[in-house]
């Protein structure tokens, strides 16, 4: 028999709960109570001018912040049939990369690896092992500084609009951040090594996966949403069609289904359908991770987000060489406000995020929606502690709650953004 | 004996703890001097019963987050805001501009979700005095620095009370009214250097409105440069939806 109640999960981004009940080998009850308080991001846009929206829906996480604001500003600029430059795409996809380094390094070291190594936080690491906490660090720090030579700061970037942007970064700094970047490629790598000698449960998640893919990229920035199992791969923007949302009595973040079923988001399901797009220091440090593809082992989340950090450093580098040798503007492109409506994707560091909204003549806002990754992710969360649990319930009390949370923690939720 | 903090957040986006993240390395180099007791985000364990200084990021939205709040306001000696939300409502703030239960309908449909004992959201004045405040959407991390310092040192709490036009004159940035744009540094409350503004964009008035803040010059200010009536209100409303409501 089993049985854990954790409340206000440690380690997480926001507030849940976790309620397991095994006897008997039966699961009696599986929950992951999301207490988080709904803030109704959909509900504030509505009246408001459209460019507001970038500002106010990134408010709902200041994890992915980037993400947010990007998606926003698409999402617009196909509702208002705006065409932006390909230099303002790369400057784009640098302020995202600037996020997934900040959000992986922060997840990997911060609030995923005590787990493995047996301690409460990462503070005593910087004593026993001062070598890895400087390595999260110089990663964690050149994610934030690449995002915010782009975008102005690290939270909530301010230079990003719908059109292009407001200012540009200085050709030196970016010079000089292409020789950080690709500086960064032992570190990274080691980071793979690490997370791949720590022991994960031999577990398989029967969830659907879902991910951008598109045909010449490793999708981050935009692209097709495809289906592992499936098969299938839409337009993105489509996704109300496929993606069902049901509001559940036990969390105040809505439950996600693809054709009926639980789904994954996340490093897993991008690499499971995007390995093909990795370039080669993303293939070396796939190498040295020990993962076969495909996998449907949540717990593998971690160490291929590794792998994504390897890969998105070399290529963040390759993007910086082609702004500074291509020229032209990343200056706002004029348009004229018109009514329409228009949705948009980009791989936030936990999942795809989709943004959608409708503008009327005067370009005010008449409907807003957004589905977040961890939001996608909760069902799949729920199925896999369902399925996961009786496998470990005669662990001690202590070790089963500790790979109950690991497995969470390996989803890398985010509660913000699944309320929001 | 080094003060016990902890960190806590109401409603938010995180992005203010996520600024505290992103100081680890001068974290570090405090912890000999704070004993960092309890931050959800960045450890286990529970909270403790008992603590010197508490953190709070976030705004005011539900029954137990005034619990928590009147709680913790009887066990710190100093109670710390962070971000716009703990401070002046923020954006979490523009719900409260039309009926909670409408916009809950918008979101859930009919469908019932947990959110019990939601309220109007306010910053943490309306409940209890605050002891040192640190603006910004997110907040900026040398200012967080300076007023934790200041906290330890014993010093009063020192917000800027000009608004940021001061900042952009110092700076040489041209003034967005003289190309007819419009932008909330007006009557925004001073401390960020005018960051956005510094950017090519416009102020968003993230840090609240500056008590030295002249509105209605402002506005025929903005009517001068071209802008509608209204409209600077109006844009006020994202941040400072809050102030409305008390009213």
Known sequence: ?420 | MAPRLVVLSLASDFGCQVQLTNMTEELLDVLGLVDLSYWQLATSGHMPDDYDVAIVEGAVTTDEHVDLLLRVRETAAVVIAIGACANIGGIPAIAGLSDLDDRYAVVYGAGEAVAKGRRTPLPLDAFVKVDYHVHGCPIDTSEFLRVLSGVLLGLSDRVPDMTMCASCKTQETVCFYDHGEMCLGLVTRAGCGARCPSLGRACTGCRGIAPDANLASARQIAVRSGRPVGELDNALLIYNAAKEVRV
């Open chain 1, 1 to 420: 028999m089993a049985r854990l109640t954790i409340e206000h999960v440690a380690r997480i981004e926001g507030h849940g709960n976790i309620t397991v009940d095994v006897t008997d080998g039966i699961v009696r009850d599986i929950r992951m109570d999301i207490v988080e308080p709904a803030r109704f991001f959909e509900s504030m846009v509505v009246g408001r001018r459209f460019d507001d929206a970038p500002l106010i829906t990134s408010r709902i996480c200041g994890i992915c912040s980037p993400n947010h604001v990007i998606t926003s500003i698409k999402a617009l600029e196909a509702a208002l049939g705006v065409e932006v430059s390909e230099r303002t795409k790369l400057l784009r996809k640098l302020l995202v990369y600037g996020s997934y380094l900040q959000n992986h390094a922060t997840h990997l070291y911060i609030l995923a690896a005590p787990d493995y190594v047996g301690l409460p936080n990462v503070f005593p690491l910087a004593v026993s092992h001062p070598e890895i906490v400087e390595r999260a660090l110089r990663l964690k720090k050149l994610g934030n500084d690449l995002t915010t030579l782009v975008g102005g700061r690290p939270v909530h970037p301010v230079t990003a609009v719908v059109g292009g942007f407001t200012s540009e970064p200085d050709l030196r700094d970016l010079a000089a951040y292409r020789d950080l970047l690709l500086g960064v490629a032992g570190d990274a790598l080691a980071t793979v090594e690490l997370f791949a000698s720590f022991p994960v449960p031999d577990f398989s998640s029967a969830g659907e996966m879902l991910a951008l893919v598109a045909d010449d990229d490793y999708a981050i920035y935009d692209g097709d949403t495809a289906a592992l199992d499936a098969g299938w791969r839409r337009p993105a923007a489509e996704y109300r069609e496929f993606i069902g949302e049901t509001v559940v009595g036990h969390s105040n973040a809505k439950h996600s289904t693809v054709g009926g079923r639980p789904f994954l988001v996340g490093s897993v399901a991008r690499m499971n359908l995007s390995a093909a797009r990795l370039n080669d220091a993303g293939r070396a440090a796939f190498a040295a991770s020990g993962v076969t593809l495909p996998t449907r082992n949540p717990f593998h989340a971690n160490v291929l987000q590794a792998v994504e950090l390897a890969d998105a450093s070399a290529r963040c580098a390759g993007y910086i060489e082609r702004l500074l040798e291509m020229g032209g503007t990343s200056a706002p492109q004029p348009f004229k406000i018109r009514a329409g409506a228009g949705g948009s994707a980009t791989e936030a560091p936990r999942g795809t995020l989709y943004h959608s909204y409708a503008v009327d003549d005067d370009g005010l806002i008449t409907h807003g929606d957004v589905i977040t990754p961890t939001a996608q992710n909760l069902a799949n969360i729920e199925a896999d502690m369902r399925d996961f649990a009786p496998t470990i319930a005669d662990r001690p009390a202590e070790e089963f709650t500790l790979l109950i949370e690991e497995l969470v923690r390996a989803y890398d939720p985010c509660l913000s953004c699944a309320v929001h």
